[in-house]
């Protein structure tokens, strides 16, 4: 985890700086099939007007761009956030732009992201990335509701699935370094935001065109979780490692 530690600037819930990334909780308490609220989205928006993550029961996938939250339900259509709604996991920031990359496409995801290592100031960084694009062709996906104790695994087996093409939007997330488990996500978290909120999910696989992407490269991950250094330490078993890849970037259907 020499990585992440390198990035971990304080571990309290506070204010952020304008330059920190912002985390709610960590994704092995959402391994550990713990989905319950952490923290209402009323004060996670003091924190960033940009970023991801879910709702109490895995109700839905939330993204933010511009300081608009957006919830997504099951059927893929968005809503904005309730600030009385709380996130069991959630990473935001201040979105700042100190890169910007154009593509014409199309390139698929990989290539997309390829791309933004090609251009980040060091190897393995930690960076937000918002990408607005043409997608000619896009895979998306949106957690159902869930009871605590459900595995990720099992969870994600009944989530709403779709495949669209010909539409504009933006991918909003996050770069962590590629030993962040179990505290981040390693490598891309990508979620999507189509036409001002009326569509998006977590999006796993898409074809794009007519690319521009900017990236906010900072220094400082600001982790506001009861059990985060006992994550630290303990790192995560290959197992889990093979459970959060599933989970987060396969396609189920």
Excluded: W
Aim: some cysteine.
């Amino acid at each position: 985890m020499k990585r992440l530690v390198q990035h971990l600037h304080t571990y309290l819930q506070g204010r952020c700086t304008p330059d920190e990334v912002f985390q709610v909780e960590t994704i092995g308490r959402l391994l550990d099939a713990d989905y319950s609220g952490a923290m209402r989205y009323g004060e996670i928006m003091r924190h960033g007007d940009f970023g991801l993550g879910t709702f109490t029961g895995l109700d839905g996938e939330m993204a933010a761009v511009d300081g608009l939250y957006y919830r997504f339900g099951p059927d893929g259509s968005g809503d904005a956030v309730d600030p009385e709604s709380q996130a069991p996991f959630a990473v935001v920031k201040h979105f700042q732009t100190d890169i910007t990359i154009r593509l014409d496409g199309p390139c698929d995801l990989e290539a997309v992201q390829a791309a933004i290592d090609a251009e980040l100031p060091e190897q393995d960084a930690l960076c937000a990335v918002k990408i607005s694009a043409r997608f000619d062709d896009l895979q998306f996906r949106v957690m159902r509701r869930q009871t605590d104790g459900t595995d990720l695994d099992t969870a994600s087996k009944s989530q709403a699935e779709f495949h669209e093409q010909g539409l504009e939007g933006v991918l909003v997330g996050f770069r962590f370094p590629a030993d962040s488990a179990p505290v981040g996500v390693p490598g891309y978290h990508l979620h999507l935001i189509i036409d001002n909120g009326r569509l998006g999910g977590h999006c796993h696989g898409a074809v794009l065109s007519d690319i521009t992407i900017e990236i906010d490269d900072t220094d400082h991950l600001h982790l506001a979780a009861e059990d985060g250094m006992t994550r630290l330490t303990a790192g995560m078993s290959a197992d889990d490692r093979e459970r959060l890849d599933r989970v987060e970037r396969e396609r189920r259907t």
